[in-house]
């Protein structure tokens, strides 16, 4: 007696019980992640401090921070510390900066006001 559904017995010569094709697994192999650009957040700090010195780099310390920011929120690229840091730096100096310009109008302004009158 023969069973039709028994794996171990044994089939005459020629004729194999049927077994699946093994399937096949494809592992993608693993690629080198580079780490996100941060070249703007660094331009972003740089041009602030040296804002310090001159007030125009100071300006574009802001203007790369916030681009800087903006990229490092979407993923796109690193550096949103840096970002950060640039944007108050460059804020900062820039304030720094406007004040004595403010002042010096102000002095302008009150001497012509004052030979004007005289």
């Known amino acids: 007696m023969t069973n039709p559904h028994d794996p171990y017995e044994q089939q005459p010569y020629g004729l194999q019980p049927y077994q699946p094709p093994p399937q096949q697994y494809y592992v993608q192999p693993y690629a080198y992640v580079r780490p996100p650009d941060q070249g703007m957040a660094v331009a972003s700090l740089v041009c602030s401090l040296i804002g310090l010195v001159m007030c125009f780099p100071a300006i574009l310390g802001i203007i790369f921070g916030h681009i800087a920011l903006s990229k490092a929120k ?22 720094l900066w406007l004040i004595p310009v403010i002042l010096w109008f102000v002095v302008a302004v009150l001497a012509l006001g004052a030979a004007s009158a005289s």
């Open 74 to 95: 979407r993923g796109e690229a690193g550096g949103q510390g840096m970002a950060q840091a640039g944007m108050i730096v460059g804020y900062v100096v820039t304030g």
